[in-house]
């Protein structure tokens, strides 16, 4: 069992998807800087691509995703056509020097759309961009999923489907607005396996209203039995003030703090029994996925689909709040739907706040990065943080061998408390894109 120090965990930190995150981006930066970096992308480079369905056929309470529902065809269409736009107008600007690699969609929930709507999509990009046979991941909603789209991404080549399970427990599904039983879950997961689609992630939540310690032993043996290729574990962050869904969740039925961490800790040792490998802080993968084999080598990333093999260091962003990263820049797209929509309708990119790092911002990107994927970093002599770490090196949790610094295996549940030692815009008061650390 991990150590508990609340008063190491009580400040919240940042997912660290990024650095510098999200909450230092701003308006000095936007679509010039988005232009002159494509201009730039050189021949061959390898492209990462990631478009954002900001719509859903029913609304959690819990989710802090840039979603809506989609009840409206025409929003929806509209939308997709300016998405559409936006493709052809990046690609434009790349002038067919990258070659598309990987394309994930995410939202919200992609198969809000049809499928033809998907496959349309699909199509596009294959046709905008150089393209050959990329890896294709989507996430979906279980309760919007039929055997239709199983045959539709298995005949698109989708080999990795990401699936939002969050809890098996009736009472908790209930208290967080999403209702889906267990058959359903098994139905979604033979449906696709009996279409070739292995590589198969599970989300999980914990710290869940009226969650107690036993749901979530209980529905993380309900995921084992399943098999996933994938799990991430995610603690709940609850951000009532600045997610008004939110206000839906009584939160006087949320765990506490201890009871957040002791779950936690249960879902670490049951998922590493069960064989999973642990990935940073929150994901778990067979040995056999790649996700795995490149933690083993020391490939794993961290970006804002969070810990992946993916080692692109060029993903393009497209649709209302999605986020792009260049070398040398970071760029956030309009987060609002119709705002999105004229930009792009306009002829222009979306691209509205972002930032460009400097070279000490990249530096201490690489340290928080190696940190959180690996658990140790190279960190040069006048750059040691000064009394920061102290708290967790009294207690054991992160050791300075020379230069290097590692995170002990007791430290694993505070690694983004650690990281965060490294982050040079940090302020007590500024808890934008930032969470419970565990």
């Known amino acids: 069992m991990w150590p508990y120090y609340p008063e190491l965990l009580s400040r919240p930190v940042p997912r660290y998807t990024s650095y510098p995150t999200a909450a ?36 959690c309470w819990y989710c802090g995703c840039n979603t809506g529902a989609a009840s409206k065809a025409q929003r929806l269409a509209a939308y997709l056509d300016a998405l559409e736009a936006e493709l052809a107008l990046v690609a434009k600007y790349i002038g067919g020097r990258g070659f598309v690699q990987r394309i994930a969609f995410g939202g919200g929930s992609p198969n809000a759309l049809s499928t033809v709507e998907f496959v349309r999509l699909l199509d596009r990009i294959i046709t905008v961009f150089a393209a050959g046979q990329p890896e294709i991941s989507v996430e979906i909603d279980p309760r919007g999923f039929t055997s239709e789209w199983a045959l539709v991404m298995a005949a698109s080549n989708v080999s990795r489907v990401s699936m939002g399970v969050q809890t098996f427990t009736p009472h908790v599904q209930e208290a967080i607005g999403r209702v889906q039983p267990l058959a359903l879950i098994e139905t979604c997961v033979s449906s696709l396996r009996s279409r070739g689609i292995k590589a198969i992630n599970f989300d999980m939540m914990y710290g869940l209203p009226h969650q107690s310690l036993e749901d979530v032993r209980d ?58 490998a642990p990935i940073g802080f929150d994901h778990f993968a067979l040995p056999e996925d790649p996700l795995a084999i490149a ?16 080692s692109n260091e060029t993903l393009l962003g497209f649709g209302a709040s999605s986020i792009s990263m260049l070398p040398g820049l970071l760029v956030q797209n309009e987060k609002n739907i119709g705002a999105y929509r004229d930009r792009v309708n306009a002829g222009a990119l979306a691209a509205s706040r972002g930032f460009v790092p400097d070279a000490e ?39 300075w061998h020379g230069d290097q610094l590692v995170i002990e295996d007791s430290g694993r549940p505070y690694a983004r408390c650690i990281a965060a030692a490294f982050d040079r815009f940090r302020q007590s008061d500024k808890i934008l894109a930032a969470s419970q650390a565990v």
């Not at 000095?28 to 492209?47: E, H, I």
């Not at 990462?48 to 056929?57: A, K, N, R, V």
């Not at 997610?243 to 049951?270: E, K, V, W």
């Not at 340290?367 to 207690?395: K, M, N, S, Y």
């Open 24 to 59: 230092e981006f701003h308006e000095g930066v936007g679509p010039d800087d988005y232009a002159r970096a494509l201009r730039n992308v050189a021949p061959g480079t390898p492209l990462s691509l990631y478009l954002h369905i900001p719509f859903c056929e029913q609304i």
């Open 295 to 310: 933690a083993k080598a020391g490939k794993v990333r961290r970006n804002f689909q969070g810990f992946t093999e993916d």
């Open 219 to 276: 529905s993380l043996k309900q995921a084992i039995a399943l098999r996933p290729t994938r799990i991430a574990l995610f603690g709940y962050a609850h951000l009532p003030s600045m997610i008004p869904r939110q206000r839906r969740i009584d939160t006087d039925a949320l765990p506490d703090a201890n009871l957040r961490f002791q779950q936690s800790a249960l879902g670490f040792d049951m998922l590493v029994e069960a064989g999973y």
């Open 361 to 399: 911002d990249m530096e201490h990107s690489r340290w928080i990065e190696r940190l959180l994927c690996d658990g140790h970093v190279e960190v040069r002599a006048d750059a040691h943080p000064t009394g920061a770490l102290q708290p967790f090196e009294e207690r054991g949790l992160a050791k």
